[in-house]
C-alpha cells in the first residue's frame, strides 16, 4: 500500500495530500499527481481559492521542464485555471463549504524532468472559518523524483490476521544501490513505536507478538541517497495486520423458559479465548456445549478470557415456569 505525501507544515485550515501515479515518480517518464484535500477539523472551512506552484526546470530540485500538456481534472462545482506552472482551484458557490466530505484534483501527463531530487510543491489557500479569518495561509508538498534503477514492491505481511500475541514476517522486494529499509509500527495499545533499522532493499523482518485491540500498521521507509545531495529521497509502503480480539462468536442458552428441573443446553464458541467461565465459577473450554438442570430462573454470565487478561462476556436469562409440565 503506497502511502501518500502529507503537507509540510499545518499552518493551513485545510489538510493536503499528493497521491502518485508511479509511485514513487521515476525520472523521464509520464506521471499523474492527485492533490486530495480534506477538512480534519469540526468546523466547516470556507475556501475561496487553491493555488498550486509545480516547480518547472530541468534541476533535480525542480519537478519538469515545461507545463505545455498537463491535463487537469476537477470535482463538481470547482474550476482550474492554469498559468504555465501555477493552477488555481476557485469554486462555485457552496462548492467551497468543505467538511467532512473531501475533494481530489487530478493532474495528468506530467512529464518528470530528468534529474533525480526532491522537487517542492507550493499550496497557498484562501479561506476562513467561523474562529478564524479569511487570509493567505501556505504550505509545501516536497515530492521526490527516483532514478530509473530504483524500485520498491509491495510491503508484504506472511499473515493479514493474527491473534492476541502472535508476530508477523514482513517481506518486499527492490532494486537499488545505497538503498536503505526502516520499518516503523505500534505493536502494542499505549506502547512505544518499535523502529527496526538498516534493512535491505530485498529483505524480511519478523515483528513483535502483536497485541493491539486495533489494527497494526507497519510503515516501510525506503530511503536512497543521491551522490551530491544533501537530502535522500523516501518512498514509502504499508501494511496492515489485524488483530483478532478475545470475542464470543456464539452463545446460546435453549430453550428460554422450562419447568422446575427442566433441562437446558448451554453452546458457545469464542475461537481466539484460552478458556471461559460462567458466573459461579464453572471453568468452560474455549467451545463446547453443556447440559444443565434448573430448579429456579437463572441469569447465565460467559465470559471469554483471553491469554493477557483480555475478555468478552455474554448474558442469557431463562426462566424456570412451574406452570410448564
Known amino acids: 500500500m503506497p502511502v501518500p505525501i502529507d503537507a509540510a507544515t499545518d499552518a493551513t485550515l485545510l489538510t493536503y495530500r499528493l497521491g502518485q501515479d508511479p509511485d514513487p515518480l521515476t525520472v523521464g517518464q509520464e506521471a499523474t499527481l492527485t492533490l486530495l484535500v480534506s477538512n480534519s477539523g469540526r468546523q466547516t472551512v470556507s475556501c475561496e481559492s487553491i493555488v498550486i506552484d509545480f516547480p518547472p526546470g530541468a534541476a533535480a530540485k525542480d519537478l519538469f521542464a515545461s507545463a505545455e500538456g498537463i491535463d487537469a481534472s476537477k470535482p463538481a462545482g470547482w474550476n482550474v485555471s492554469q498559468d504555465g506552472a501555477s493552477s488555481t482551484l476557485t469554486p462555485e458557490g457552496d462548492a467551497g463549504r468543505i467538511?467532512?466530505?473531501?475533494?481530489?484534483?487530478?493532474?495528468?501527463?506530467?512529464?518528470?524532468?530528468d534529474q533525480p531530487g526532491t522537487a517542492t510543491l507550493s499550496i497557498e489557500e484562501t479561506a476562513s472559518t467561523a474562529d478564524q479569518p479569511s487570509q493567505l495561509r501556505e504550505t509545501r508538498l516536497e515530492v521526490p523524483k527516483f532514478p530509473v534503477s530504483f524500485s520498491l514492491g509491495e510491503l508484504k505481511s506472511s499473515r493479514d490476521h493474527v491473534k492476541h500475541g502472535e508476530t508477523v514476517t514482513l517481506s518486499w522486494t527492490g532494486t537499488g544501490d545505497k538503498v536503505t529499509c526502516t520499518i516503523d509500527y505500534q505493536p502494542a495499545d499505549g506502547g512505544d513505536t518499535v523502529t527496526v533499522p538498516d534493512l535491505g532493499i530485498n529483505d524480511t523482518c519478523n515483528s513483535k507478538p502483536l497485541t493491539r485491540s486495533t489494527d497494526v500498521v507497519f510503515t516501510q521507509s525506503a530511503q536512497l541517497v543521491i551522490p551530491g545531495q544533501d537530502?535522500?529521497?523516501?518512498?514509502?509502503?504499508?501494511?496492515?495486520?489485524?488483530?483478532?480480539s478475545v470475542k464470543l462468536k456464539t452463545f446460546e442458552v435453549q430453550p428460554p423458559a422450562v419447568g422446575v428441573n427442566g433441562l437446558v443446553r448451554l453452546l458457545w464458541d469464542a475461537p481466539n479465548a484460552d478458556r471461559c467461565e460462567l458466573e459461579?465459577?464453572?471453568p468452560l473450554a474455549a467451545s463446547g456445549t453443556a447440559y444443565l438442570l434448573l430448579t429456579a430462573t437463572r441469569i447465565f454470565t460467559l465470559t471469554a478470557y483471553g491469554p493477557k487478561g483480555q475478555s468478552d462476556q455474554q448474558q442469557k436469562t431463562v426462566t424456570v415456569d412451574p406452570a410448564i409440565q
Not at 467538511?99 to 524532468?113: C, D, P, W
Not at 537530502?231 to 483478532?244: F, G, P
Request: proline share 0%; net charge positive; charged share 20%.
Open 231 to 244: 537530502t535522500a529521497l523516501l518512498a514509502k509502503r504499508q501494511a496492515v495486520v489485524t488483530v483478532e
Open 99 to 113: 467538511g467532512a466530505t473531501g475533494l481530489a484534483f487530478k493532474f495528468a501527463k506530467i512529464l518528470v524532468n
Open 280 to 282: 459461579d465459577g464453572t
